[in-house]
């Protein structure tokens, strides 16, 4: 088979060999191109599994209402009117057909909390036990707050890793110990890290939760909460998620239906959808400006493959009198072409794969690991590393072909003229 013919391959490397620097400078073109295409796929791939990873499994079809000034004046409420909402609030809009979970949420602001001789500073939180389904941070040790402890106000907390590493710096289970936050006493039920971020009230990490009855008891602020989350139905559109939960708050508040001014509302699934559509564009981006570099290397291998033909025009010449059938010629051309593009696009694939490597590596140990426990990679996947090599290996072929069609007109009687 030809494929095995060692004079063949002693051959094209010879031909390559022959013009070594000419060889290299072209090569380093191809080197470069799939080089620099596969970080930036690399790049694009990683900044995307991060978006995703600070998602968690956070629903993504959830909203967060907050009260604000009324802009229309209705039955005889004025307008620029402040309203709060409450704990009603949230129990009209959990029986909602359209609604999955919904969470009262609470600031409870800046907390001394101290256990034996350590203490720091530190964030309190007030959730409702859905709040953990809307938005789940991964548990390291207990629970999270249930309907028990809303009932019955009990003293107790979810903290975050961060305060855990500086209350416990032993590592030890924390469950059951007790906690001075402020100048009250309260049972640690579990610890939380973070997972994810994209909807965040305070640094999980240095925060404390507590449920949320027991935070409007703290604070005397009776049955007021400062925000509503809602999870949706994922085959519900968040705009009729949004639509039903404005009607039902609005009616109980005395609220034009109309007032859009009257609530703040973030919809997760449009911030979603936008943030995948620009994804979107930089993996596209990506591809257009890599396959260009790309094809400016392939270009370069055509280029220098024309110039190795015109000066073995005596060789092709002669060897097409001495009977050398076309097949052969357009063969050896391509083969050429082919070993000086695969080789310079291999060695660029390995090292642009070995700089993702490092960079995962890097990450991890700086960021992934230690702090979300996420496992970003910024490596690509085994297809689209095969797929860059097939787009290289077709690249390699067409870049011989005007040299190869080249070859074939040239004449054996011009060719021995040629000097």
């Known amino acids: 088979m030809r494929l095995f013919d060692t ?145 019955q106000k009990r003293k107790v907390c979810v903290i975050g890793t961060q305060l855990w590493k500086d209350l416990f710096p032993g590592g030890e289970d924390p469950t059951g110990s007790i906690l001075k936050i402020n100048n009250t006493y309260f049972t640690v039920v579990g610890v939380i890290r973070r997972q994810s971020t994209a909807i965040s009230f305070s640094d999980i990490e240095r925060t404390a939760v507590v449920p949320v009855s027991l935070a409007q008891q703290m604070y005397g602020r009776g049955h007021q909460i400062h925000m509503l989350a809602v999870a949706g139905h994922d085959d519900t559109p968040s705009k009729a998620v949004e639509r039903a939960c404005r009607e039902t708050v609005y009616a109980r508040h005395l609220i034009d239906p109309a007032d859009e001014k009257a609530m703040w509302c973030m919809a997760t699934a449009e911030m979603f959808e936008k943030v995948q559509q620009l994804f979107f564009g930089i993996s596209l981006l990506t591809w257009i400006v890599g396959l260009g570099t790309l094809l400016a290397g392939i270009v370069g291998v055509s280029n220098i493959m024309l110039v190795l033909v015109k000066e073995r025009t005596q060789e092709i010449g002669i060897r097409r009198a001495l009977g050398a059938k076309p097949s052969v010629i357009i063969g050896q051309i391509l083969s050429e072409s082919f070993v000086l593009t695969f080789i310079a696009g291999v060695i660029g694939l390995t090292a642009a794969v070995g700089l993702l490597s490092l960079a995962d590596s890097i990450f991890y140990r700086t960021v992934g690991a230690e702090q979300s426990g996420s496992g970003v990679m910024w490596q690509i996947s085994f297809g689209t590393g095969m797929l860059s090599l097939a787009i290289l290996v077709v690249g390699s072929l067409l870049a011989g072909v005007i040299p190869a069609t080249r070859a074939l007109k040239i004449k054996a009687v011009d060719a021995i003229r040629e000097e």
């Open 7 to 151: 004079d063949r391959w002693n051959e094209i490397w010879q031909t390559i060999a022959r013009n070594r620097k000419r060889s290299v400078m072209t090569a380093l073109g191809v080197f470069w191109g799939i080089f620099m295409l596969i970080v930036m796929l690399g790049a694009g791939t990683g900044l995307g599994r991060l978006f995703r990873a600070q998602l968690g499994d956070m629903s993504t079809n959830t909203l967060l209402l907050q009260p604000s000034q009324t802009g229309i004046p209705y039955k005889g409420m004025p307008k620029n009117r402040w309203w709060r909402m409450d704990n009603d609030d949230v129990e009209a809009v959990r029986k909602l057909p359209e609604v999955r979970f919904a969470s009262a949420v609470y600031w409870g602001g800046a907390i001394r909390c101290s256990r034996n001789e350590r203490k720091g500073d530190y964030s309190l939180m007030g959730y409702s036990p859905d709040y953990q389904r809307i938005n789940p941070q991964k548990l390291l040790y207990g629970r999270f707050i249930n309907e028990v402890d809303m009932v």
